[in-house]
């Protein structure tokens, strides 16, 4: 009788490996895995170094209060030594940052004997990049206007909604990234003379933070 009832309890936890072993392959086979949290945290810091080299090109503090009439000419067009060197410095700090993350998720990837490129990923990426698109299509048409003071928040926003749409194809946990960057950016719609350190904090700190938790919580 007792071996018969260790027969069936071994018989139980087998089951439930297998069970466990099943979900494991459709959410690998569902969601992209790859992404690292020293990435996020690396991004974080080209965020920063990127807003501190505005602030000092600008010649200006962080408790400047309206840092966007600075880059406004006195004439009201746009200071095109300014306008340009920011526009430069968001396209550096994008291109870096893609390349970080596409880096760390091939080497993450690589060690988990996952497919870095593959359907998933693709949809992942699809998701991720159409928010995105708009949020840089609308920044344009407000720089064209000379809505300076609204490019901030509206990036915020649209790359909280980016990371929402990502969510449900790779790590859930990028969701609640998105929702925390989505409200910082209606906060600094209301704040405009804090727009550039909103975004700091959201592109840079929040980076770090989510970074870490990540890393600490899928990758130690």
């Known amino acids: 009788m007792k071996f018969k009832v260790l027969f069936i309890m071994n018989e139980k936890e087998q089951h439930l490996t297998e069970l466990k ?50 880059i406004m000419g006195p004439n009201g067009q746009l200071n095109p030594n300014f306008s340009g060197f920011l526009l430069a410095d968001v396209a550096l700090v994008l291109c870096l940052s893609l390349i970080t993350g596409f880096w760390f998720a091939k080497q993450k990837a690589q060690k988990q004997g996952l497919p870095f490129w593959d359907a998933t990923a693709k949809r ?7 928010p995105l698109i708009a949020g840089a299509a609308y920044c344009f048409i407000l720089l064209y206007h000379q809505q300076v003071a609204f490019i901030a928040p509206t990036t915020l926003i649209f790359y909280g909604l980016a990371l929402l749409n990502t969510s449900k194809y790779t790590i859930s946990d990028i969701g609640y990234l998105g929702i925390w960057q989505l409200g910082l950016g209606l906060l600094a719609s209301f704040f405009i003379d804090f727009g550039l350190l909103i975004w700091a904090f959201g592109f840079g ?9 990540i890393y600490l919580k899928y990758e130690k």
Do not use: C, D, K
């Open 205 to 213: 700190l929040l980076h770090m933070v989510y970074g870490i938790m």
């Open 124 to 130: 992942a990426l699809i998701n991720l990049a159409i």
């Open 21 to 70: 072993e099943i979900r494991s392959l459709m959410e690998r086979s569902s969601r992209f895995l790859s992404l690292s949290g020293l990435a996020g945290v690396v991004v974080g810091l080209f965020a920063i170094i990127g807003i501190i080299s505005a602030y000092l090109y600008m010649g200006i503090s962080p408790n400047t209060t309206g840092y966007y009439h600075w």
